[in-house]
DNA sequence: TTTAAAAGCTGAAATATTGCAGTTTTAAAA
DNA sequence: TTTTAAAACTGCAATATTTCAGCTTTTAAA
């Protein structure tokens, strides 16, 4: 693929877009020409937990989930990223090592920007220092906000939470394509892969969901909102 | 108190400190013209999650809990901070309300910091905006991994958990006063009182921990560290 | 100091969750 | 296409956790 396709490819790219809204042309150029365009087949490792990382990833297609591993080598997913959009918070600014994993749930576009050109920039632009706060704290807000779910709800209602945040803010549309395999969302809901089973079966018979396959459908969201709220 | 005396108070400031070796006296004094030193008793409320808040805080002497209520006003304490220290990642930046509440666990000296002028300060200077996300992540940083604590591990793990974080990283002792109810620990380790009970019972008969009155005593950290991993 | 309220404690029953063992279905590899 | 492994499912027994009711101790207020 020529220089000329690749960045034809960048027209789209929202990264791009913040970048010049705070710096230029040719600052842009000076990072592309620092950042790597590479394709992930699914399962396969992007960032890993623990590694010095001198890049941090941004996602223009597919999607990701960023996870972290305890000392018994439990997994436990914090949460699901899908293109376009950064997967700041892992590794930036603060930290040497990255904190969490990146795993690609599908087939990935991702691009590894350096850390040290964009840490440049920052010194020497404050808004855009400011903007890439922006950046890093909602994905830590994502994160923190399923794990007050986690903390202060039964399975089932953490189950619900996690399909409507995936409906909702992660995939954008109803009925939508499961990435998640029952394991993984029993390490993002924080408990047993049989109790995703039985919930979510149960969940099929209330009326509440419909699973044919890797399909999910959400059949009655208000009820499911109550199941989240009480459950 | 004499303004020359409330600036003395000023020169054990670690906030201070790092303003200082970012900017000058002036801007120094430019804040601290912005800022309120106020004293909160044991309960009272310092930060309340949803408020408007145009201030940040920071904590001199004392210690606070980071908290937050969900729909179903069930609490949940995210960490628990003792000063000196900046008490970020409530409302800083991105933010125009609070997300978290912040309430005194026991009598404290609290400066509270206008936001606007910092911000000011931070867009005019960006190793000082730098830094300043590094009090920022530090504290989501924490946070997280309670919460991991927490996804991962069963309520014997977790309290372990949080025994261990409190000796090590709050109070800085081993035989500390826990400013904490049962009722607060229950809401930290996401489980309910009785259980918090009966497993600080429990550590106790297996001589892991003494308790008396408040003060608590870990007498078996390798024993306890072992609960943590396994529990 | 007295009194009331809050916090702490205990054991037992009810409920939720996990772990296991065996089966079926789905997806990937040969 | 066939084969194989992984994922999904099911029901049950074991374990963990919550809820409840009643009690004692501590703390704060009158």
Known sequence: MSLNQ????????????IVCQYLGEKEFEQLYSNTLQLQYKKGENILKQGNKSTQIAYISTGSVKIHYANENHKDLIMTVVKGPGMLGGANVFNEELNMFSVTALEDCQICLIDLNVLKGFALTNSAFALRLLDFVSSMFKDSIFNFISLANKQVNGRIADILIYLSKKVYK????VLTLTRKEIAEFAACSQENV??????????????NDKKLLTILDMERLILVSKNG
């Open 6 to 17: 690749l960045h034809e490819r960048c027209q789209l790219c929202l990264f791009k877009h």
């Open 173 to 176: 549309r109803n009925p939508f």
């Open 197 to 210: 089973i039985h919930t979510l079966s149960r969940f099929e018979k209330e009326g509440l969901i419909k």
